[in-house]
């Protein structure tokens, strides 16, 4: 689907593949002009755009590739979803989760449920999804990156907060089919999508219900460690709070005083809880590979996972 914001006469829309968003441009006040393949205004810059313009010209309709299809987290449809004015359903309408397995060699039988940020109006589906998916992967983790629902459709966080409680539900009941343990089940949230986590997983948790018509609502959606990452929320029940693994900058104020908050509430419930606070980077850095001062914590987190017994063998 694409959703199209207007500035004046310039369009920035979205070509959605595989239930991800790609920007493309095009200009409203001449139809004649069309898009530019990738969105990339004058044509590709360097080789690493040539590249990218060469595989979206290779690419046919369908799946794209190294993306998985996306398990929808209500196949019938969910609850509170939204028709567009013609009274169809699209991928914005149907949260899901996409699965990238962990290496049978390597496989730790850990698992994380990545949310990625986007100020609730968009999802960073690359940088802070996929990208950190296949870093996990690397380390015998497996990942699963959350399509859940955004605004302006869908402005209550209510309706975003049940999209993360069932992907919980979804993985735990299904563990033995994604071979991961159901009691090393953790998240992994940035920005926005660390302000989910605080809504769903340390704010809003919910035990199953036996009596539940829906197997998945019979399951509990806690999960066993969480990594925010710049974001988050004030705790209401720290005590009751999974081990927590945090991430910001000094620079990134806003975002660091709700840290800090949850750090101390941590320390002061006796919650396992490590912090890396970098003294310089502006908000959403996202995994920062290679970069010698911000793109350490990935691997410092694995160690914590490691050290905190998340990563045994099944």
């Not at 169809?88 to 449920?113: R, S, W």
């Not at 809003?204 to 806690?222: E, I, K, Q």
Request: aromatic share 8%.
């Amino acid at each position: 689907m694409n959703r199209t914001l207007l500035r004046k006469a310039q369009t920035l829309c979205y070509l959605c593949l595989g239930g991800f968003l790609f920007p493309v441009t095009t200009f409203a006040a001449d139809s004649s002009v069309t898009a530019p393949l990738g969105g990339i205004i004058g044509g590709p810059k360097n080789p690493g755009q040539v590249a990218y313009v060469e595989q979206l010209q290779r690419m046919g309709p369908g799946p794209v590739a190294g993306i998985p299809e996306p398990i929808l987290l209500w196949p019938q449809g969910a609850p509170d979803a939204v028709p567009d004015a013609h009274g169809v359903f699209t991928d914005e309408d149907k949260p899901a989760i996409y699965a990238f397995p962990a290496p049978a060699n390597n496989n730790t039988g850990a698992a994380l449920l990545i949310i990625p940020g986007g100020g609730f109006t968009n999802r960073c589906m690359d940088n802070e999804g996929v990208q950190v998916a296949k870093f996990l992967n690397r380390h015998g983790i497996a990942a699963f990156v959350l399509r859940y629902r955004i605004g302006p459709v869908y402005p209550r966080r209510a309706v975003s907060t049940m999209d993360a409680h069932r992907a919980m539900r979804l993985l735990r009941a299904r563990a033995t089919e994604f071979k991961i343990s159901p009691e090393r089940i953790g998240t992994i949230g940035f920005s926005a999508g660390g302000e989910l986590q605080g809504d769903a997983f340390y704010n809003s948790v919910l035990d199953g219900d036996p009596a539940a018509p829906d197997p998945l609502d019979r399951v509990s959606t806690r999960a066993n460690f969480n990594a925010l990452i710049y974001g988050g929320r004030d705790l209401q029940n720290p005590a009751a709070a999974a081990p927590t693994f945090l991430f910001n900058t000094i620079e990134d104020a806003g975002h660091l005083r709700v840290q800090v908050s949850i750090l101390n509430a941590l320390r002061k419930a006796g919650v396992p809880v490590e912090a890396h606070f970098n003294q310089v980077g502006p908000h959403g850095t996202a995994m920062s590979l290679g970069d010698p001062l911000l793109g350490d914590w990935p691997e410092l987190m694995v160690k914590w996972l490691r050290a905190g017994g998340f990563l045994g063998k099944n």
